[in-house]
């Protein structure tokens, strides 16, 4: 069975730092990947998603991932962030060769971004 | 346009009892899924059903069952609970059956947090 690993936890940073956080999943097979983000007291939203083509991903909100094969990564960025991007953020991957398709998703990190 | 609605928005049960949470998808959709959240870790997928038909089934014990209606809506339901059932239980509705690809749109609600006493 799949699995997603989100190795940071907990992220604490100041306003305009840049952010990268981790995602690694474990499927040899063709996946689609999405970040989905929840804010405090809000349902969980779409971030971004890869599905095929070009491995660089933009999303909303200035967010984007990059899809490593070779690395079983899909780590998303963000050159600056705001104050209002404080959330937390899930990985997630659906296996696209199987007849189950369900999100695995990550434990999730927690962000915080300080004024 | 609503969005997933799900009730209630809050539970308390004791051990042992029965629960029924209900979610109605975005209009047009015919796919619902249930995930559960337990505090500090990701969504876990429990069931999909499209088309009133169960599509999917997570790693759960048979204590959980589901069901869709004729207007897409469906009910969750958990029987003996446990005290290990206290979590966030989302429902997300899609226009398909969930698959990835382009298209691909999930919706998620804001969930029933069910306390297990």
């Known amino acids: 069975a799949q699995s997603v690993s989100q190795h940071n936890h907990h992220v604490i940073l100041s306003e305009a730092a840049s952010l990268e956080l981790g995602c690694n999943y474990s499927?040899?097979?063709?996946?689609?990947l999405f970040w989905y983000v929840q804010y405090p007291g809000q349902h969980l939203q779409l971030l971004l998603k890869?599905?095929?083509?070009?491995?660089l991903v933009k999303g909303i909100k200035g967010f984007e991932a990059e899809f490593i094969k070779s690395k079983f990564s899909f780590n998303l960025r963000k050159p600056s962030v705001q104050w209002s991007d404080t959330a937390e953020y899930f990985c997630?991957?659906?296996?696209?060769?199987?007849?189950?398709?369900?999100?695995?998703f990550g434990s999730g990190t927690r962000l915080q971004v300080q004024p | 346009d609503a969005g997933v609605t799900q009730s209630p928005t809050h539970l308390i049960k004791t051990r042992g009892q029965q629960v029924t949470l209900r979610c109605s998808p975005i209009?047009?959709?015919?796919?619902v899924s249930w995930y559960q959240q337990v505090l500090g870790q990701g969504p876990q997928f429990i069931f999909q059903?499209?088309?009133?038909?169960?599509?999917g089934r997570g790693n759960f014990p048979d204590r959980f069952s589901a069901r869709q209606f004729p207007n897409y809506s469906s009910e969750l339901n958990v029987n003996a609970l446990l005290l290990g059932d206290s979590a966030l239980y989302l429902c997300?509705?899609?226009?398909?059956?969930?698959?990835?690809?382009?298209?691909?749109?999930?919706?998620f609600g804001s969930g029933t947090q069910l306390s297990v006493l």
């Open positions: 997300a509705s899609s226009p398909n059956r969930t698959g990835g690809g382009r298209n691909e749109k999930l919706f």
């Open positions: 499927y040899g097979g063709t996946v689609n």
């Open positions: 890869y599905f095929s083509g070009d491995p």
């Open positions: 997630a991957v659906i296996p696209m060769d199987t007849g189950r398709r369900a999100l695995t």
């Open positions: 209009s047009g959709h015919k796919s």
């Open positions: 059903y499209y088309e009133k038909e169960e599509r």
